[in-house]
Structures are given as structure tokens and as C-alpha cells.
């Protein structure tokens, strides 16, 4: 016999209205869990109907985060910023971060697994990898049961990065790659990160695990194989990292977006989205990208309309 939904365990995600977060509360749905959300665009349609209950942030108010959190047992934290833009900066995020594992403490929750990203450290001289592993040191020091989850670049459906990449090469006659496009990525299927998580969120012991895909490729042979697999006839060229940047920030001029960033930039060479652990996902991007070529880059994904519009 089922039990009844009211005495069903609580699990909290941040940002099911999100990507990673989408597809964790759908892993947690199919397992028959209950599920709330907290976000920062709680007036938008619940893809989820009565399924998941909706609550916002309240970051500026800690008592009121506190009692949406309440009644749950584990949180899955998915809340981050790509790139600073207007008010919310990455010391922002941090900081709001930590009100939500302060939150977590006093309202009881049992565990937290936290998305985090490869190579993350405190250490770090690029901003985003920094305030990450500063986040790390933060649920470590929590006292709270944790488990960190650090993927690469995910791919999937409704994924930015390796569709605006697929958009561009169909649409433009030449992709720039930002120096000698060596450097090295190691993606990962956004449902494996999911099943990761999931899995992260029932076991016990305090964990730092990456989620990361089967497959290496250098840059180059990441904008190749795609090329090839949507049948792109754009040249692929090579230009200073200084210069891709200009021209990235001009075409996001033209599409009302960022594109790219130069801490992405100099994180991707600095072979920061690479794992030296065994790989943890197992949907392998090459597989993907020849099962869903007729549908990878026929509209263009905006970061700025999916998080600040």
C-alpha cells in the first residue's frame, strides 16, 4: 500500500522552474516523492501543475526562507548565477547561498546536496570556480549531512551551451574558437546529473562527487562533432581569446544575451570542465547529439529570458 501523500517525506528543490532543477524534480516525481520548490520566479507556469508546490527565495528575509523550508528532510540546491549581471553578483550568491544553508539548519533539514562544479575551490583566481568552492567550505562547516555534486558543461533538451552552439553554426557561416582550441570538456547528460543527485540525496555518508560523461573531447572536436552531426557547412576558425570575446559580445547585441564570458573563457582553457575521476554519467554526447540532430539548435536559447525577464 502507498502512503499517503501528507506523511510522505518533504524534498525541496531550488529552481524547478530552472534546467538541473527541472530534471531533479522530475527524477524525484517518478520515484513517487514529494515535492516543493523554492524560486525566483514564482508568478511563472508551473510545468508542474498541483504536483509541486511553489514558494519564493525570501533571501532578504531569513525567517520567512526558514518556514518555507520547514517540513522537509532534504534540499537540493541548484541556485547559482552564470555571470553577474545588474544587481546579483557572484559575492551575491554566496552570500544568499549561505542565508539558504543557515535556513536549512534551523528548519530541520536532514540533508543537502548541493550542485556544485568541477574543480571548484576557494582558491580559485576565477570568480565563478571561487565562489563555488567557497560555497563547498560552507555545507562542509555546516554540520549538516551533505553531499556535493559537481558536474561539467550538461547537455539535454532545453540545455544553453550546446544548443546555442548548434544555433550558431547553422546560422552563421563561420564559428570562432577562442584560441587554439585545445583545451579539453567532459560533458554530461543533464538526466545523469539528475540520477546522481537523486541517488546522493537518499544515501547517508557526506560526499564530493562529480557527475561528468563518458566521453573527453578537446573544444575543437566538440564544435566538429557537432557540425557534423547537424550537417553545418560553417568554417570553423580560430581567433585570440580577446577577439572571440568582442565578437561573442557583438552577436549578443544582435540576440539580446550574453553569450560569453571572459571567466568562462578562461576556465574552459584552463581544462576546468574535465574530471580525473572515472566517469560518473553515462549517456555518451555523441549518441545524444545523433538521436536528437533534426531538433539540437533550431531555436536559440537566451540565459537572460530564462533567469532575469
Keep these: 500500500m502507498s502512503m499517503d501523500i501528507e506523511t ?9 522552474f530552472g534546467y538541473t532543477g527541472k530534471y531533479i524534480t522530475r527524477k524525484l516525481l517518478s520515484i513517487g516523492k514529494r515535492v516543493k520548490t523554492l524560486t ?9 501543475g498541483n504536483q509541486v508546490s511553489v514558494a519564493p527565495f525570501h533571501f532578504d528575509n531569513p525567517a520567512e526562507l526558514t518556514m518555507a523550508l520547514q517540513g522537509a528532510t532534504t534540499l537540493y540546491n541548484t541556485y547559482w548565477v552564470r555571470f553577474p549581471y545588474r ?13 539558504l544553508i543557515n535556513a536549512a539548519k534551523e528548519a530541520g533539514i536532514r540533508r543537502i546536496v548541493h550542485i556544485s562544479i568541477t574543480n571548484a575551490s576557494e582558491e580559485s583566481p576565477f570568480p565563478y570556480f571561487r565562489g563555488k568552492g567557497i560555497l563547498e567550505k560552507a555545507i562542509i562547516h555546516s554540520n ?26 547553422t546560422k ?35 560526499m564530493i562527487r562529480d557527475a561528468v560523461g563518458p566521453e573527453i573531447f578537446r573544444y575543437e572536436e566538440l564544435i566538429q562533432l557537432i557540425a557534423d552531426k547537424i550537417q553545418s557547412k560553417a568554417k570553423i576558425i ?28 578562461e576556465g574552459l582553457m584552463a581544462n576546468l570542465l574535465v574530471s580525473k575521476n572515472p566517469p560518473t554519467g553515462k549517456t555518451r554526447l555523441s549518441d545524444w547529439l545523433t538521436q536528437n540532430a533534426s531538433i539540437v539548435g533550431t531555436s536559440y536559447a537566451s540565459e537572460l529570458a530564462r533567469h532575469y525577464r
Design 87 to 99: 544587481q546579483i553578483t557572484y559575492d551575491k550568491a554566496v552570500n544568499n547561498t549561505k542565508v
Design 144 to 169: 549538516l549531512s551533505y553531499a556535493i555534486i559537481r558536474p561539467t558543461v550538461i547537455f539535454g533538451h532545453e540545455d544553453i551551451l550546446i544548443n546555442n552552439i548548434a544555433w550558431f553554426l
Design 40 to 48: 525566483g520566479h514564482p508568478d511563472r507556469p508551473n510545468p508542474f
Design 238 to 265: 580560430h581567433l585570440r581569446p580577446g577577439l572571440a570575446l568582442f565578437l561573442s559580445k557583438f552577436i549578443g547585441y544582435m540576440v539580446n544575451d550574453v553569450i560569453l564570458t571572459r571567466d568562462e573563457v
Design 172 to 206: 552563421f557561416p563561420v564559428f570562432a574558437i577562442p584560441g587554439a582550441g585545445d583545451y579539453r570538456l567532459q560533458p554530461v547528460f543533464v538526466e545523469d546529473v539528475a540520477g546522481i543527485a537523486v541517488n546522493a540525496g537518499h544515501a547517508n555518508d557526506n
Design 8 to 16: 510522505q517525506e518533504l524534498n525541496i528543490v531550488t529552481g524547478a
